[in-house]
């Protein structure tokens, strides 16, 4: 199967691109993104594998969040306890194999960073991020561990929001659908004189939810999802700009706490979620009138709490003998941080070569709680990293042959107020991209990431023995891709290969029968991504686009190096990544018709997890490694606008259909996604 894919992909490639005797350039590779060197540049100068999703594309998910977008680029996303319907507790992304099967809510234990235009948002949860105001995203496949620092082994997630820019303009929407969804949104925007404002807030709420089986999930409702993003600035003297930017996100609702087998015995064991974050930066760019010299700087603080509360409900009839069919508490867990962080960049761009020194400083302070009957754990701890880095680029045979190299040196300290873990980390980077036509790119790319422990698994607590010689998790990736925009095709392959060290796990320690967190060699990786673009209409001289796509990501190898060491490791596989992720269908756009439309189809392959519903887990309190088989859900999202009022704006019907043959599949052993499903709004658009 995955041989027929790969050739199928290659065959597409070669067929899709025109002769190359009257070759017409397409735009994509001159794309402006801002991730990759944090400064502006085109993805023709970009050496690392990277995906831009604008607005228009984020608009056509099903989910319209986070998840559902990456879900679409061929991104493991994950929930425990929850799909990508859910609440949004517990959900992470996976890229290129690293990831959490425990999830964390805080980005400083992420494998995956996600950022908010640049800054850290102190928040480990996919989720729990407003999507209101958004421009683009900027994705990075790859450790990026000199441009962001520790989290990032597997890549970066840029969030970019909206400036506002022209006349006022506006949008609002009502919307109601299965499981008694109903959502209402808006959206401000405008500049004038110097100032500008974006603002985007929404509201959402759903009940339980019903699988493929017509089994009503009790305890997967959200009472509240709701969310603020708002940028103001002012802009002067040409190229300058002081800016203000605050997004907020809330979520309050219900994990279930069982299978869906399961929930008909403990149909009342689940948890409550109550979870928000926000966060401000202050911000300024500039640059000299030949913007040979730019510069920026921003200030950011932020506030994130995570409580839930545990019911356990207890079955006369099972194992877990005598206790009411009513729920009683079981766990509380809860946790706060505070994060500030402060960044600077100055960049000189000269016709031949650019430098960028850059300074970041980030700090967080906090305390996680959990009690359980009679036992109660306090961990309190702050960490710091200081940071500085240097990125530069030479540009050669007129731009055709870039260059690129950086180097970071990080100074990290977490305390627990007692005790005090340092270390320090120097990571450096390099990649080459030539350009021998202009619709072609080849690149090649070596970086390195890491992450560093946290309290708990460093100064341990509880039942969890401290280990101070922990030593950074990290890794290195070499990766090798071409990049095609030629006509009215484009397309992406790459393929990579990592070495994963230092992996920490938790063992048992016997005598005295506790846990301590230590190091493992790690594990090996390696897979190819691959996207294909293609608009079949245009190419035709239509007015209209027929656009087929493909997004591909196989994992190829993820091996552990330590199998069967301890039980909590799976026999030979990285835990819970998926062997291979496609999403494959087709986007139809009539601006004749006022019409668009996409069909998608998203395959969610095979993995190791652990299956904690095993009826052996209740007698050995070792939940056996399964192999959970992979399945297919397909979307159907339209956009009709049904009436144009001139100057006094429009109306338009959106729907979306999730699921639409009805899957039985689950993203977890026993998690299974919501059935078929659909939601339908109303939307009205207006500019002065």
């Known amino acids: 199967m995955r041989r027929i894919i790969v050739s199928l992909a290659l065959v597409i490639i070669f067929w899709s691109v025109p002769s190359y005797s009257q070759p017409q350039s397409g735009g994509y590779l001159d794309i402006v993104v801002v991730t990759a060197g944090k400064t502006l540049e085109t993805l023709r100068e970009v050496t690392s594998n990277i995906t831009v999703i604008d607005s ?16 679409e680029q061929g991104i493991q996303t994950y929930m425990f306890g929850a799909t990508n319907y859910g609440t949004g507790a517990n959900s992470t992304v996976y890229m290129r194999g690293y990831g959490q099967g425990s999830m964390s809510f805080s980005e400083v234990n992420a494998f995956t960073l996600i950022l908010l235009n640049g800054h850290r948002i102190n928040n480990g949860y996919a989720n729990m991020i407003n999507m209101d105001n958004v421009e683009r995203v900027e994705i990075i496949r790859g450790p990026t561990a000199v441009q962001y620092g520790p989290s990032s082994l597997g890549g970066v997630i840029n969030i970019i929001t909206k400036l506002g820019e022209g006349p006022l303009t506006a949008h609002v929407s009502v919307g109601a659908g299965s499981f008694d969804k109903d959502e209402e949104k808006i959206s401000l925007s405008a500049s004038h004189q110097g100032f500008d404002f974006s603002v985007g807030a929404s509201r959402t709420s759903f009940g339980d939810f019903t699988t493929a089986n017509g089994n009503v999930w009790k305890h997967s409702r959200v009472d509240e999802s709701s969310g603020i993003d708002a940028d103001v600035g002012y802009s002067f003297l040409d190229t300058h700009r002081i800016g203000l930017h605050f997004n907020h996100m809330k ?16 149909p009342d064991t689940f948890s409550t979620v109550d979870n928000y974050v926000w966060n401000s930066t202050l911000s300024y760019t500039g640059s000299t009138s030949d913007e040979r010299l730019s510069w920026f700087a921003n200030y950011t603080t932020s506030k994130s709490n995570f409580d839930s509360d545990g019911f356990y409900d207890p079955n006369p009839n099972e194992p877990f003998a005598g206790g009411s069919r009513y729920p009683v508490p079981a766990w509380y867990d809860g946790s706060n941080f ?29 305390n996680a709680l959990y009690t359980s009957g009679s036992y109660a754990s306090l961990t309190k701890s702050e960490f710091k990293d200081t940071a500085g880095y240097l990125l530069a680029k030479l540009k050669l045979l ?10 970071r040196y990080d100074s990290f300290e977490l305390s627990n107020y007692t005790r005090a873990y340092r270390t320090t980390k120097f990571t450096p980077s390099f990649g080459i991209a030539y350009s021998p036509i202009p619709y072609l790119k080849l690149r090649a790319n070596y970086a390195s990431g890491f992450s560093v422990p946290n309290a708990s698994q460093a ?19 070499i990766e090798f891709g071409a990049d095609v925009s030629v006509n009215h095709f484009s397309g992406s392959v790459t393929y990579f290969i990592s070495d994963f060290k230092n992996k920490f796990i938790s063992v048992m320690v016997a005598p005295p029968n506790v846990m301590q967190f230590r190091n493992l060699k790690g594990a090996d990786l390696a897979g190819l991504e691959l996207s294909l673009n293609y608009d079949i209409a245009g190419a035709l001289g239509q007015d209209y ?27 030979d596989k990285m835990p819970y990544t998926v062997d291979m992720l496609l999403s494959y269908g087709l986007n139809f756009d009539h601006p ?19 299956d904690w519903y095993d009826d052996s887990y209740f007698v050995t309190y070792v939940a056996p490694w399964v192999h959970k088989e992979g399945f297919t859900v397909v979307d159907f999202s339209f956009s009709k606008r049904l009436l144009d009022m001139g100057d006094k704006g429009n109306l338009s019907l959106e729907g979306q259909f999730g699921n639409v043959f009805n899957s039985n599949g689950a993203y977890n052993r026993g998690v299974t996604i919501p059935g078929r499903n659909f939601f339908l709004s109303l939307s009205y658009d207006f500019w002065s």
């Open 56 to 71: 228009e594309e984020i608009d056509r998910t099903a989910g319209h969040n986070l998840l559902s977008v990456l879900a």
């Open 251 to 266: 979520i309050k609702g219900e994990v279930p706490g069982w299978t869906e087998s399961l929930q008909l015995l403990y």
């Open 338 to 366: 505070d994060m500030n962080q402060i960044q600077a960049q100055l960049t000189y761009d000269h016709p031949i070569f650019s430098l960028s020194p850059g300074f970041e400083h980030v700090k967080y302070k906090g």
């Open 398 to 407: 007129d731009e055709k042959l870039i260059i690129s190299a950086g180097g």
């Open 459 to 477: 100064f341990g607590g509880g039942t969890t023995l401290p280990n101070p010689d922990l030593k950074p998790q990290e890794n290195t990736t």
């Open 545 to 571: 686009s027929i656009r087929p796509f493909f997004n591909l990501t196989w994992m190829s190898k993820y091996e552990n190096k330590d199998p069967n060491v301890v039980v909590s490791i799976a026999p």
């Open 592 to 610: 004749g018709l006022n019409l668009s439309a996409r069909l998608i189809a998203n395959y969610y392959g095979k993995s190791y997890v652990q």
